[in-house]
């Protein structure tokens, strides 16, 4: 293993070179060992990887990531291309591989937003009670709200034109998503009935199409085309 693997750190990444004529095999083993005996130095840091020397498949690569994850504590988030800049890229590459993560995974907030309040988060927001008028809601990832929705939202903040948002009842005045705004139209007065029918209120999402936002009940098939 002495020179079949060597490791070379940078602030943000790892740079692996790779003995290019050792059976693959070989070289698996001793990737093990070189990460299981720098576990406790390695610690429980975020890296991006790099590997150079040999040319390997992108199976081999995956493959590599998981030996490095199972013989120590150290998280690959990404795998750069040998031709980047080094730093800089691997900084960007973390970057935006943890913001991705992090607009995935999503977070909890419960009670109501009233006029003048502003909720501002990094990851996709799921808010457990309702957005009054007035009040804003923020977010680089998705927004569902478990309640009604009558105030102003902002998904996909960070230019994410996948990003949607749920809403049991449905009445924004104004929905942002990534680049492209669409706004309620003016409500028209009702007139007053001795017995008037409430509506019935339908959960919908809304989600952004060839730079339109649209706004449709959310049914299997909507929910089946959703991009993560």
Do not use: W
């Amino acid at each position: 293993m002495k020179n079949s693997v060597v490791m070379k750190g940078t602030r943000s990444g790892i740079i692996l070179v790779l003995d290019k004529d050792l059976d693959y095999d070989e070289l698996k083993l001793d990737i093990a060992e070189k990460f299981r005996s720098s576990a406790e130095f390695l610690g429980h840091a975020q890296k991006a990887v790099m590997f150079k020397g040999r040319v390997l498949t992108e199976e081999q690569k995956l493959e590599i990531v998981d030996l490095i994850h199972a013989n120590c504590d150290l998280n690959v988030v990404c795998i750069m291309e040998e031709n980047e800049i080094v730093e800089g890229s691997f900084r960007r590459s973390m970057e935006k591989t943890i913001a991705e993560r992090d607009a995935n995974t999503g977070q909890f907030f419960k009670g109501s937003l009233r006029s003048g309040q502003v909720l501002d988060v990094e990851t996709s927001i799921i808010i457990i009670g309702d957005v009054k008028p007035g009040a804003n809601v923020i977010s680089k990832g998705n927004v569902i709200i478990l309640g009604s929705l009558k105030g102003n939202v902002y998904a996909g903040a960070d230019g994410n034109e996948n990003a949607f948002v749920v809403a049991l009842d449905m009445q924004p005045v104004q929905i942002r998503i990534a680049n492209s705004i669409a706004r309620s139209p003016d409500k028209q007065p009702v007139k007053k009935r001795s017995k008037q029918v409430q509506p019935v209120k339908e959960t919908k999402i809304a989600f952004l199409d060839k730079g339109n936002i649209y706004i449709e009940p959310l049914d299997k098939d909507v929910m089946n085309d959703i991009r993560l």
